[in-house]
């Protein structure tokens, strides 16, 4: 099973369309998204109208329920309030939709005897505001994999994306764990402008015994970061935002 996994798009129309092109053409069969479809840019609803175009489960992000607390606007934003002005362009049947999406998803496989459970969220299991980054202390993260009882664990958040793989086993007894992070589609921060998501593999033979028990690919997709920093530079958002999308910080 080939399963695509994407995060934080934040309102990046053109990097969300390159993505959904890519995925149409690796026809995996599920797609998941982990959350901020809203926030730094000018198409919050666009964005989620072809999230619901095309069927695809979603879980919420910090930046999703941030239009709980910001109301639409009926005139301009002043400069004071330009960083919440992409959340006052959000719909109020967009604003419904975000504040009804789950916070977490957990799929259970059965393969090879093996219970393999997956789980996605967006920071982390504990808080959809945790950054869970690569450099943790792997005591740390097998805390959170026991008590979450997971074997894969997908998020977000961090808009950097890594694979990372640990083992839980004990007595000669190995169990291996798969913590990924999905990186960003609409405003990566490794260095990389392109946008990012995941194709997940899992196959007949998976399983916690091994450590290459899925394989895990990091496709970037090149679209116009141009269109997209000027969209920022046009609008009330800060134009920091736009430098943030060209140099991928």
């Known amino acids: 099973m080939r399963i695509a996994l994407l995060s934080d798009i934040h309102a990046n129309l053109p990097a969300f369309e390159a993505v959904l092109e890519d995925i149409e ?29 095309h069927g695809i489960a979603t879980i ?5 329920l941030k ?11 002043s400069k004071e309030q330009s960083s919440d002005y992409a959340y006052k362009l959000v719909g109020s049947k967009e604003r419904d939709y975000l504040l009804t999406l789950p916070r977490h998803l957990k799929l259970e496989f059965q393969l090879n005897d093996d219970h393999l459970n997956m789980l996605l969220v967006h920071g982390s299991p504990r808080s959809i505001n945790e950054y869970l980054l690569k450099e943790l202390p792997e005591q740390y993260i097998l ?6 009882k997971a074997d894969i664990l997908c998020f977000g958040h961090s808009h950097k994306p890594y694979h990372r793989i640990v083992n839980s086993g004990v007595n000669g ?6 913590l990924i992070n999905t990186g960003s589609v ?56 736009a430098d943030n999308l060209r140099k991928a910080y």
């Open 186 to 241: 609409g405003k990566p921060k490794d260095g990389d402008a392109r946008a990012c998501y995941v194709m997940l593999t899992i196959d007949h033979q998976t399983t916690v015994t091994s450590p290459d028990g899925i394989q895990v690919e990091f496709i970037r997709v090149k679209y116009d970061v141009e269109k997209a920093a000027r969209a920022v530079e046009l609008s009330l958002l800060p134009d920091a935002f």
């Open 67 to 77: 239009v709980s607390k910001i109301l639409q606007s009926e005139g301009e934003c």
């Open 60 to 64: 919420a992000g910090n930046h999703d």
């Open 25 to 53: 053409k690796q026809k995996p069969d599920a797609v998941y998204c982990l959350g901020d479809l809203v926030g730094y840019n000018v198409w919050p609803n666009q964005v989620i109208g072809l999230i619901r175009k």
């Open 173 to 178: 007894m190995d169990h291996y764990h798969h």
């Open 143 to 148: 805390e959170i994999l026991k008590e979450f």
